[in-house]
């Protein structure tokens, strides 16, 4: 670690340590080592997810320019209402992406967190600039290839937006929001909130164009689900670590998410040695399983970590947990 470095880990420490108020004392080499590895993840992770965010609003503003937009066709959520308010009142695109999702973004800030609430805020202006000022060619009229590869190419966009921690389209932040109010699944809310958007596209554009946007909204379903390795809207974590009472206070402290600890105990080697140690398990939805990834890299890099798609939820903190916190 050079000179550099070294100050700068140093000084790290010390703000925590007049934020926590702990007693100021040498600084021991393990602690520069964790320290200097956990802001290397941090540089890293923000990296990883800068350069996901920046694919996934140009593969969005590809499908939207170069597909639905010359077609008139819409896709479901905050973008398809987005794209049917430009197509009956001739408002640019780029100003209702934005417009519309600010309540959205608001309750991302409530429902999730500051960071996934700036990182949706920097997305969604991202996509809206590059709607406004890049222009790409339209590549055909033909409307069922129209419907299935701007689905698709909005669809990767979202996925790997999501990927990177933030979203592009609001309305999963919505269904977030009501099925705790409600206690539905998500599924249940996306699926009514879109029944909506395309009953009033049959009214206001035309049947023919409500059915092929259905299409569209179907295939960039699919699409978003393939990019995120088909994780569901809940998440079951398991996590093995030597380190577990940290996790633990991460998962609760961090996240803000309850948990479930087991007592279990490793075999391993060849003569099958034992010994004694706490599991965690915590359920999460798929917008915070990024940020639970680079939590327990900064702790533990060699924890094993199982997840499972998860349903649905009920009770525990998924649902209870305060829409304030």
């Known amino acids: 670690m050079n000179r550099f470095l070294n100050i700068l880990i140093r000084y790290i420490i010390q703000l ?11 600084y021991t080499r393990y602690q520069l080592a964790k320290e200097f590895r956990v802001a290397r993840l941090s540089v890293l992770s923000n990296v990883r997810d800068s350069f996901l965010m920046a694919l996934g609003i140009a593969s969005a503003a590809f499908g939207l320019e170069s597909f639905l937009l010359p077609n008139s066709f819409i896709d479901g959520g905050a973008t398809g209402i987005s794209l049917l308010i430009s197509e009956l009142a001739n408002i640019p ?6 417009l519309i999702n600010i309540p959205f973004i608001y309750l991302g800030y409530k429902v999730i967190g500051s960071v996934f609430a700036i990182k949706t805020a920097i997305a969604i202006t991202g996509l809206a600039l590059v709607v406004a000022s890049v222009h790409f060619p339209e590549v055909t009229h033909d409307k069922l290839l129209v419907s299935v590869f701007g689905g698709f190419f909005l669809g990767t966009g979202i996925g790997l937006s999501v990927r990177g921690g933030a979203v592009i389209d609001g ?12 206690g539905t699944t998500i599924g249940d809310i996306i699926i009514v909130l879109n029944v909506l958007v395309f009953s009033a596209a049959a009214y206001l554009l035309s049947v023919e164009t ?20 088909g994780i569901d809207e809940y998440t079951g974590v398991t996590i093995i670590s030597t380190h577990s009472e940290e996790i633990r206070n991460m998962i ?5 998410r309850g948990l479930t600890v087991y007592k279990g105990k490793r075999g391993f080697g060849s003569h099958g040695e034992r ?37 649905d939820t009920k009770g525990g903190m998924i649902k209870k947990r305060s829409l304030k916190h």
Do not use: W
């Not at 695109?93 to 934005?98: A, E």
């Open 210 to 229: 409500a059915l092929y946007s259905m299409i569209t909204y179907l295939v960039a379903s699919k699409a978003l689900d393939f990019v995120i390795e």
């Open 275 to 311: 010994s004694d140690i706490d599991i965690v398990y915590t359920v999460i939805t798929r917008l915070e399983l990024n940020k639970l990834n680079t939590e327990i890299m900064k702790i533990d890099p060699n924890a094993f970590v199982v997840m499972n798609s998860v349903k």
């Open 16 to 26: 925590r340590r007049k934020k926590t108020g702990e007693i100021e004392k040498a």
């Open 171 to 182: 309305t999963e932040v919505l269904a977030i929001f009501l099925s705790r109010k409600l």
């Open 93 to 98: 695109l780029y100003y209702l992406l934005i």
């Open 252 to 256: 609760k402290d961090t996240l803000g």
